[in-house]
């Protein structure tokens, strides 16, 4: 080998080592790149005598710096950051706008009450009454616009994950292809490093927006999503979908199509940004929209059951403010047919009979029969097994279900909704101020020159507003029943005999008090119709008439011939006793009854939805923020390894420029003793 060959060996390769930094550092801002090493290595030497003599030198190899673990690193990293800050960006909203006076539910919850107050106040003042309807509107509006935009969250969340999953196949389809072409440019140790580059950063992007598990096979990467669904499997790939759900289609679903069979993965997939996404819309989303559909459900039972129960300005009993909240429309929208229902298979009717025992859960009806069925709460909670002919209907954690459409077969399923929807359907119905019910509907007068004291007297017997039938009988009894008069015998012995008399002097009803104590009775007034006939209760045998109750106490002594005459409120009253149990209902323990605490009040419920959304997003935030440094330290872990450092590239380049200049060298001194060897001759 000439002294020529060695030289031009070694302008080969300090050119080659030139490219190779140049192209380093023109890729310094390029996405998962990775800066690459010439590695060189000697020719074959060769033998003369006794000794080897060099030949030069050879390019062995372009080799790429990287290191599978940190890359693997960086890949889970990124999809946990991707994933909390996207929880993160949809809880933190929220969040301001659940706790804020001013778009929040506890300001003009607040405003209501007091309003109320000024009702209870002054009984007669329409002013105050205006106010009434005013702050009730307010209300129901407030419960409208915050339910909109939980809906409207929903809505965009629906789109988001259409988007991603779009994403996620562009992606999948990248690194098939790429699986692809380097299997096909391998040869041995020698890999096509700017492919190899490509796609790792391809599965990075894909960890964005989903988590995944990554396998090496071969020169290929198989990738698998959730718990181990195939998504690329060397050059072939399935597709990621999102459908409306099977158990709710207002709920997007992720189905995973493997050729002819399809998967829902939803359940199972987590990571990234679609992860983010599933998870908030699981732990947050749901569960803010039942809370604040419930407590829409208690002001509007509580607030209306409280209205009947009154008498309003004109003299008549108190109008609904809010809209009914078991009307046709609202209970036949509280259940959701699964889609491989049987044909012909009918619809759940989902009736509220106790607003406090609501949770804040969703329910899966499952028939196992024609008739029987089971019911299992989101929290996992079996509620046991019922039937649709068992009446009345069981109720149910508040609830009770009705069939209503053709026949259900066996493996037939619901998902009943009993409070979702009620923040966004609740409406302010009442617009005359004088059918607010500001006075209790009976009241009590004394005899003249009494000696015994009497409280005013107190309906306990409750206006069921759900039944028009009962209502009315109800209504009806306490016009015609009344008025009713305690006509009191003489103290004798301890004791001191009353005898309870209708507005015809006929008795109704005898009993005994103590004298000199407070004596609470509650009087059994027998109900009648609106032509003085008995209403009778068929129920049983024999048929017996059916009563309301009434509470008073008496007080001291009343003397013998002393009566208590119990009316029914007038027109124009004065008195403010229903307005005052209206008022009552803030702080009222209503909501959540069902359970051990024995209930919160209305304030206090949402103050928990509040509590829980707000601790929601700041575990949001701080998983963000620790993901975000988690994800910075992998960045940099791998960046020292296989990013390319300007500062180390250009004293390279300086090197590889002295160490072409020295190969010219040799060359130069080759050419000199080959001119020198000429000439000589």
């Known amino acids: ?41 000697t020719k074959s030497s060769i033998q003369y005598g006794n000794v080897f003599i060099g030949t030069g030198t050879t390019l062995a190899d372009v080799r790429r710096v990287y290191n599978s673990y940190l890359d693997s690193q960086l890949r889970t990293a990124t999809s946990l950051d991707s994933e909390a800050t996207s929880y993160n960006a949809q809880a933190t909203p929220l969040d301001a706008t659940l706790s804020d006076i001013n778009t929040g539910l506890t300001g003009v919850l607040q405003k ?137 289609p207002s709920r997007m679903a992720l189905q995973l199509n493997r050729g002819s069979s399809t998967i829902d993965v939803t359940s199972v997939v987590s990571g990234g940004k679609i992860g983010g996404l599933l998870t908030y819309r699981k732990e947050v989303l749901d569960p803010s929209l039942n809370e604040l559909g419930r407590v829409a459900l208690v002001v509007a039972d509580q607030i209306n059951s409280q209205q009947a129960q009154g008498i309003d300005k004109n003299g008549d009993f108190g109008a609904a403010i809010f809209n009914n909240i078991n009307s046709a429309a609202l209970v036949s929208h509280r259940s959701i047919a699964a889609a491989g229902n049987s044909a012909g298979s009918g619809n759940l009717d989902v009736t509220i009979k106790d607003t406090g025992k609501l949770t804040t859960s969703d329910y899966q009806v499952t028939f196992t029969s024609a008739t029987n069925y089971t019911v299992k709460r989101s929290d996992g909670t079996d509620m046991g097994a019922f039937s649709t002919t068992t009446t009345p209907a069981p109720v149910i954690d508040g609830f009770s279900l009705n069939l209503n459409g053709g026949a259900l077969s066996a493996g037939d399923s619901f998902k009943v909704t009993p409070t979702r929807g009620a923040a966004a359907s609740i409406q302010t119905v009442l617009t005359d101020p004088k059918k607010i019910a500001a006075a209790a509907p009976l009241t009590g007068v004394t005899s003249a020159n009494n000696t015994g004291t009497y409280t005013q007297p107190t309906l306990t017997s409750t206006v069921d507003i759900y039944s028009p039938a009962a209502k009315a009988e109800m209504q009806t009894a306490l016009k015609y029943s009344t008025p009713v008069k305690l006509v009191f015998g003489a103290a004798s012995g301890g004791s001191q005999n009353y005898n309870m008399v209708d507005a015809k002097g006929n008795s109704i009803g005898t009993g005994t008090i103590v004298p000199g104590q407070g004596n609470t009775l509650n009087l059994k007034v027998g109900m009648v119709d609106a032509s003085g006939a008995p209403v009778m209760d068929n129920s049983v045998t024999p ?29 124009a009253s004065s008195d403010n006793r229903n307005a005052q149990a209206l008022v009552g209902l803030q702080t009222r323990q209503t909501v959540d009854t ?23 997003a700041a575990q949001g935030k701080s998983d963000s923020e620790a993901t975000t440094a988690i994800l910075a330290n992998a960045k940099g872990a791998r960046d020292s390894n296989s990013g390319v450092d300007l500062d180390e590239e250009t004293g390279n380049l300086v090197k590889y420029q002295q160490y072409y200049t020295a190969s010219s060298q040799i060359i130069k001194a080759a050419q000199e003793i080959f001119t020198t060897l000429i000439n000589s001759l």
């Not at 020529?4 to 998962?32: R, Y």
């Not at 339910?147 to 969340?157: C, H, S």
């Open 112 to 248: 209501f009450f007091t309003s109320m107050q000024g009702v209870s106040t002054s009984a007669t003042d329409d002013t105050s009454r205006q106010s009434v309807l005013t702050g009730a509107q307010a209300l129901s509006a407030r419960f409208n616009s915050i339910a909109k935009q939980l809906n409207d969250q929903n809505t965009n969340l629906n789109g988001s994950l259409g988007d991603m999953a779009d994403q996620v196949n562009k992606l999948s389809t990248t690194i098939a292809t790429l699986n692809q072409k380097i299997s096909e440019l391998s040869t041995g140790s020698n890999q096509p490093n700017d492919l190899l580059d490509s796609r790792n950063e391809a599965v990075r992007q894909l960890s964005e927006l989903v988590g995944t598990q990554v396998v090496e096979r071969g020169n290929s990467y198989d990738i698998y999503i959730g718990s181990g669904q195939p998504l690329v499997v060397g050059n072939t790939t399935n597709t990621l979908q999102t459908v409306p759900g099977k158990d709710d």
């Open 543 to 571: 048929a017996v008439q059916k009563t309301f109750t009434v509470q008073t106490t008496v007080g001291a002594t009343p003397a013998s011939g002393e009566s208590f005459t119990i009316n029914l409120a007038g027109a």
């Open 594 to 616: 069902g359970t051990a605490s024995k209930g919160i009040s209305l304030t206090d419920a949402y103050n928990k939805l509040v509590t829980n959304v707000g601790a929601k």
């Open 1 to 41: 080998m000439s002294l020529l060959n060695i030289g031009m060996s070694g302008l080969s390769a300090g050119h080659n080592s030139l490219v190779t930094t140049g192209n380093n550092i023109a890729n310094v801002d390029t996405a998962g790149y990775s800066r690459q090493q010439s590695v060189q290595s």
